[in-house]
C-alpha cells in the first residue's frame, strides 16, 4: 500500500469523532497509535460500538479514505482518495479479526 493511503486513513481516523472511546474501550484506533509518516497502520474498530450499524454485520466491509486538504474546493472535496465509494473495492477490503468481547 502507498504512502498517501495510510496518511489519509490515519488522518480520517484522528479527525473522526469516533476516536474517543466509550469508558475505557476505544471505539476506533490504530497500531501504532502514533505512526510516523512513513509507518505502515491497521486501523481497528469495534463494529457494535458508535451507532452500531456494523454490529452483526457479515458481509464486506469496505473503508474510504482521504482528506481535506489545502487544495479542497470546500469541505466535501476529498483529496488522496483511496476506494471507490458504493464499489467493491479490494484495496480497501477490511478483515474482521475477532469477534468483540468488550
Not at 37 to 43: A, K, L, N, S
Not at 75 to 80: E, K, L, R
Request: zero cysteines; charged letters at 15%.
Amino acid at each position: 500500500m502507498n504512502l498517501a493511503y495510510h496518511m489519509a486513513l490515519y488522518i480520517l481516523v484522528l479527525l473522526g469523532s469516533v476516536v474517543h472511546g466509550i469508558g475505557q474501550n476505544k471505539i476506533v484506533w490504530t497500531e501504532p497509535a502514533d505512526p510516523a509518516q512513513t509507518d505502515e497502520i491497521t486501523v481497528f474498530f469495534y463494529a457494535s460500538q458508535g451507532n452500531g450499524a456494523l454490529a452483526g454485520f457479515t458481509n464486506n466491509i469496505y473503508a474510504h479514505t482521504g482528506v481535506i486538504t489545502d487544495r479542497s474546493m470546500n469541505a466535501t472535496d476529498w483529496q488522496q482518495v483511496v476506494g471507490n465509494w458504493g464499489t467493491a473495492d479490494n484495496r480497501t477490503l477490511m478483515t474482521k479479526e475477532a469477534d468483540e468481547n468488550i
